[in-house]
């Protein structure tokens, strides 16, 4: 182990610089090129990284303070091997690292003739470097200063702005582009003054009267060799951060634009960026969201092959629509659920009796237009139940209308055509339209109008089974109601068991608009009318 003495390196003649990021704090291990410090003059920030892995014994920089070529930075523990690849005098005369390089050739292609300028590459301080972000779009009024491109060596990412202002003609470049020095990146239309310059137009000077180029090391190994990277101090576009946060944004797929700044003049800085991803993290821990409410948990992404074959199939886009609105639904209402049996003796007795009569006008008669007539009447006695609750937080919308939706399964996915103005409807005129309807719905022939305007709804899944479900509000309904099998169970008839045919409902509501005792209400009366179907002509 060996201690190194990391010191500012040359700043490309910028005597004075502000701290404005310490980056790493005593006990922290360091990779090579980890940034150190964000430096910033008037006009520019830079990075300086670390030359070598280690790790920090002591810092002596504080942000705010102002420092210059050579001021000690920190001393840096730094493996036996490293170290010795490194003389000490390499901390002596600590690398030099200059500001990135002007864009030179800002050449006008038509001279005074023309306002066009060709905007390229500077000096990279190498080869070439990958563009890792377009920053403007064709079209796009720029200011002198602001960032055009991004590129990324493996040392370092560089911002290139705009030599002057004006706006962007054709864009030459592309992200994912291997560029180096003098190749075209766009082409910038100039306003006035500028362009009638016919000589090349010379990048702004980042620092002022800084040396704008990425020199060679003097006296480290290229592997050792930190490299500035400079970003303007404007901001671009929404963002104000340096290199090194917007890589280390990317690599964690953040958008910059989300993240409150906390540096001077809401510049963002690492430690913005840790915070916040922080608090995303923390915010969807259980602990947290149980205490105070709060994001909902990502669901780990499970490679499922690694347990066994399996099939990948595609939702349809039915299935994906259906998802996501039982997912806003679940989401946003807290539900309630009240279940109850009816006893639907008589009416099932009444339903089979009109099977002829039925059969002479075409139509089945099921429980389901039964149960869409008793909703209706049910609906209109509790108005609350066929109401929604306003957009704007501050009112009940009650419909003066009862368009009751049945949920279908289909191949494609779930269904839920609407009947409109069921309580007008005969229980003859609601079973041809449940049976037109549903069968609309497998066919995949419902036109949107017919699945819109509901009310109410009811998901019926008693022709398949079970005893009772919690079904969930068809938003911005309030109220959705389930049914389940019908059953023959014992009933006690104050004497005597007697066999009874009971039918599990179960009726979910939103408890921001229904209470418990309006549910109950509705529940109740819908009870006693499908009991005892005469209850039907007294309405
Ligand atoms: N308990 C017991 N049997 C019931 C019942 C219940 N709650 N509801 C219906 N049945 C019976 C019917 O009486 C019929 O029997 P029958 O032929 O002996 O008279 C049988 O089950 C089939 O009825 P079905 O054709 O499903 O008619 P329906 O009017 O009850 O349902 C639809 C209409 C649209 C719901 C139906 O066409 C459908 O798609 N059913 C599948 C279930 C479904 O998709 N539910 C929605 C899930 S989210």
């Known amino acids: 182990m060996t201690t190194e003495i990391i010191k500012v390196p040359d700043l490309g003649g910028a005597d004075e610089v502000e ?3 310490v ?24 990075d300086i990284p670390a030359p070598f892995a280690g790790k ?3 810092v002596m920089v504080s942000e705010g303070d ?19 690849a490194v003389e000490p005098a390499v901390q002596e005369s600590a690398p030099v690292v200059d500001a990135p390089a002007p864009v030179e050739a800002a050449a006008p292609v038509a001279a005074v003739e023309s306002a066009s300028e060709q905007i390229n590459v500077p000096d990279v301080g190498g080869d070439k470097a990958e563009v890792i972000e377009i920053c403007v779009a064709v079209g796009d009024t720029v200011e002198e200063g602001d960032s055009l491109i991004v590129m990324e060596t493996d040392k370092a990412s560089m911002e290139v702005p705009a030599p002057k202002s004006g706006v962007v003609e054709s864009i030459m470049i ?3 582009d291997q560029a180096g020095e003098g190749d075209a990146i766009l082409m910038l239309k100039v306003a006035g003054a500028a362009a009638s310059t016919p000589a090349p137009v010379d990048m702004p000077t980042p620092a002022a009267d800084a040396k704008q180029k990425i020199t060679e090391p003097k006296q480290v190994s290229e592997a050792h060799q930190p490299v500035t990277g400079m970003t303007e101090n404007r901001p671009t576009g929404e963002v104000y951060a340096g290199p090194s946060v917007r890589k280390m944004a990317r690599e964690v797929g953040l958008d910059l634009a989300l993240v409150p700044g906390s540096g001077p003049r809401g510049r963002i800085q690492k430690d913005d960026v840790k915070a916040f991803i922080k608090s995303a993290i923390s915010n969807k821990a259980p602990k947290v969201a149980a205490v105070a409410g709060s994001g909902i948990p990502l669901v780990p992404e499970v490679d499922f092959s690694k347990f066994g074959d399996v099939t990948i199939e595609k939702m349809s886009k039915m299935h994906k629509l259906t998802a996501a609105n039982m997912h806003r639904s679940w989401l946003n209402v807290p539900h ?3 279940f109850d049996d009816v006893d639907i003796t008589d009416l099932e007795e009444f339903r089979k009796s009109l099977k002829p009569e039925a059969e002479r006008a075409g139509v089945k008669v099921t429980p389901l237009p039964f149960l869409l007539k008793a909703c209706a009447m049910a609906l209109k006695a509790n108005p609350l139940l066929n109401a929604s609750l306003h957009a704007d937080g501050e009112n009940i919308v009650y419909k003066n209308y009862v368009h009751i939706g049945f949920a279908v399964a289909t191949p494609a996915g779930l269904m839920v055509p609407v009947i409109r103005d069921v309580d007008k409807k005969s229980i003859f005129e609601l079973a041809a339209e449940t049976a037109e309807l549903a069968k609309k719905a497998k066919d995949r022939k419902l036109k949107p109008a017919e699945m819109q305007g509901g009310t109410f709804t009811i998901s019926s899944l008693g022709s398949m089974g079970g005893t009772g479900f919690t079904p969930i509000v068809n938003v911005p309904e309030v109220a959705i109601l389930g049914v389940s099998k019908l059953d023959v169970k014992p009933r006690w008839n104050g004497s005597e068991f007697e066999p009874r045919k009971m039918l599990p409902i179960s009726l979910s509501y939103d408890h921001r608009a229904v209470n418990g005792a309006d549910a109950g209400g509705f ?4 009870n006693a009318l499908l009991a005892d179907i005469r209850r039907m002509a007294l309405a």
């Open 523 to 526: 529940m109740v009366y819908l």
């Open 66 to 84: 102002t420092i210059g070529e050579g001021t000690v930075i920190l001393e840096l523990e730094v493996e036996g091997a490293t170290a010795s």
């Open 336 to 338: 309630v659920t009240a």
């Open 174 to 176: 592309k992200e994912g």
């Open 23 to 46: 980056c790493v704090a005593a006990g922290d291990v360091v990779a090579a090129e980890d940034s150190l410090l964000v430096l910033e003059t008037d006009k520019a920030s830079m």
């Open 56 to 58: 920090v014994l002591s």
């Open 19 to 21: 701290v404005i990021e």
